[in-house]
């Protein structure tokens, strides 16, 4: 098993798994963050300042934070010191969330454009 | 039976979109660096899924002089190769670990040449609007 070595004295894994995975989540957050600012955009350019309006900043402002928040999570998981073990493997929940989070925006934008 | 074989993988995998929890039940758990490896790419799906979803915010409102219609058409047709990109990124990878944890060859797929061919129509289809000068 890597991480770990004969006489159980924890060692970085030479392959920098986890460091890699953490800066593909941050990596991944930007991608984010720029989609949002775009619809965001997109929301303030196309519609009447109304309610609707609001309603659907705050709603692309939540889905950011929540992508926000399970990516924030999982790169703590991913900085723990070697000695606490492998770290585990990504929660479909995860899998799941940033996902939706992502096809909220697809939603919002047809919603406007069409 | 391919059809039926299809359908019950399909069932598996629709139990566990609903029942996240349920993969570390199978199989069992394999290098770590191997489900890193797994995560990695369901981010790099994900970033392309982002990637194609701006580009089609980007096309609306930074192309004004373009016809409405075309507009509207390339939009769409980003936004929805986004969300297909983000749904299909989720599926792979939720297959790819349930292969890794039974020890079976990864899921074969074709979806990355689709999606190629996809973005390579898309921008001959822009080229041949921008030569033909269809803008209002």
Do not use: K
Not at chain 1, 62 to 74: E, M, S
Not at chain 1, 80 to 85: N, R, V
Not at chain 2, 86 to 92: F, I, T
């Amino acid at each position: 098993m890597a991480g770990t070595e004969e006489g159980s004295t924890p060692v970085r894994d030479p392959g920098l798994q986890p460091e890699r995975t953490r800066m593909a989540w941050r990596r991944t957050t930007l991608s984010c963050a720029v989609a949002v600012v775009l619809a965001w955009r997109q929301v303030l350019l196309t519609l009447e300042p109304t309610g609707t309006e609001v309603v659907l900043v705050a709603l692309l402002v939540l889905a950011g934070l929540a992508f926000l928040t399970a990516a924030h999570t999982r790169m703590r998981t991913l900085a723990a010191p070697p000695s606490a073990g492998p770290p585990r493997t990504m929660t479909a929940r995860t899998a799941l969330l940033t996902t939706a989070c992502t096809l909220i925006l697809v939603g919002l934008g047809a919603a406007i454009v069409l | 039976m391919i059809f039926t074989d299809r359908l019950r993988a399909l069932a598996a995998d629709l139990r566990l979109w609903f029942a996240p929890a349920r993969i570390r039940n199978e199989g069992s758990t394999p290098d770590y660096r191997f489900s890193l490896a797994n995560e990695r790419t369901f981010l790099a799906w994900l970033r392309t899924a982002f990637a194609l979803i701006g580009g089609g915010f980007a096309v609306d409102q930074f192309l004004p002089s373009l016809h409405q219609t075309v507009r509207t058409v390339f939009t769409v047709a980003l936004l929805a190769g986004g969300a297909l990109c983000a749904l299909r990124s989720v599926s792979h990878w939720v297959r790819c670990e349930r292969a890794m944890r039974h020890g079976e060859d990864l899921p074969a797929t074709r979806f990355p040449s689709l999606l190629g061919a996809g973005v390579g129509l898309l921008a001959v289809a822009i080229a041949v609007v921008v030569l033909l000068g269809w803008s209002r």
